[in-house]
């Protein structure tokens, strides 16, 4: 997971990590790998030692300047912020010692035990992921994208559907020894020189992985809760079993919650949320 000490979201990381050790049935064997800036990190210590004392975690540095020349404008504001795109460089900011990997975004609460997610079989996949295969695939790249052949070309012999990186089981040897790290990064210089998407590190992972994702339960993600990226307004579950509720898009639970226009949804994120302990927020 990111990390970030100067925003809101920091109060959706802390209710993700504790709806995680909630549901699981062996908390003690679950390890917490935290990317934060590191301006932050003293604080962050203290945060995370203070609300979870016997955590196992680690935080390492990502430093903005790694992405910040990659990063193009788009659809929201939040959606530009470097640590969003801090899971691209998983592979090179962890130790080799850590090979397989759960990513989680900061704005979902976990109500199922982690090992089910942990033990799925990826088969000869880098990674897994719930994949919506309905989704109209053609609106996560611009027209300019599609009409040209050298672009669309990416996705022949591939039948690529959506998928949501905000929830993804990653191996990370195959990862290092297939350098994706960079085929991600030159997409997103593309972008910088054509303007092919328009909606942050997402069209990247698509452009790199649809079609070759190792399907997940959708149970593991039920994801849109926020709405969309422009208004944010509430929506229902999609049908079927829950383990994961996330909310992607613009509406946030705790936003909506302080401002007491709250969906009906955003009531089961509130049991976890641990904004009101003094030690979270205390810089002293």
């Not at 992972?205 to 997940?216: D, K, R, S």
């Amino acid at each position: 997971m990111t990390l970030d000490y100067s925003t809101p979201y920091l109060r959706g990381s802390i209710a993700a990590v504790l709806s995680v050790l909630q549901h699981s049935t062996c908390p003690e064997n679950t390890v917490f790998h935290f990317l934060a800036n590191p301006h932050h990190h003293p604080n962050l210590r203290k945060t995370i030692a203070s609300t979870f004392p016997y955590l196992q975690f680690h935080l390492y540095t990502f430093n903005p300047a790694t992405v910040n020349h990659l990063i193009s404008s788009s659809i929201r504001t939040a959606l530009d912020q470097p640590l969003n795109y801090a899971r691209i460089y998983l592979a090179d900011l962890l130790p080799p010692s850590v090979t397989r990997i759960i990513y989680l975004d900061s704005d979902l609460i976990v109500v199922d035990d982690i090992a089910g997610l942990w033990k799925i079989n990826l088969n000869s996949r880098v990674l897994g992921a719930p994949e919506y295969c309905h989704a109209n695939f053609s609106h996560y790249f611009t027209a300019e994208f599609w009409a040209n052949p050298f672009f669309s070309a990416t996705f022949r012999n591939r039948k690529p559907c959506y998928f949501n990186t905000g929830v993804m089981v990653i191996d990370l040897i195959k990862w290092r020894k297939q350098g994706f790290t960079q085929k991600l990064e030159y997409w997103m210089r593309i972008q910088k020189r054509y303007r092919i998407y328009e909606l942050g590190s997402l069209p990247p992972f698509l452009l790199v992985f649809a079609g070759n994702v190792e399907g997940v339960e959708h149970r593991w993600n039920q994801h849109g809760l926020g709405g969309d990226n422009l208004e944010g307004l509430c929506r229902d579950l999609h049908p079927g079993p829950v383990s994961l509720l996330h909310w992607s898009g613009k509406g946030k639970p705790w936003l909506r919650l302080d401002a007491k226009r709250a969906c009906t949804l955003d009531n089961l994120w509130a049991p976890y949320d641990l904004f009101r302990h003094e030690s979270l927020f205390s810089d002293t």
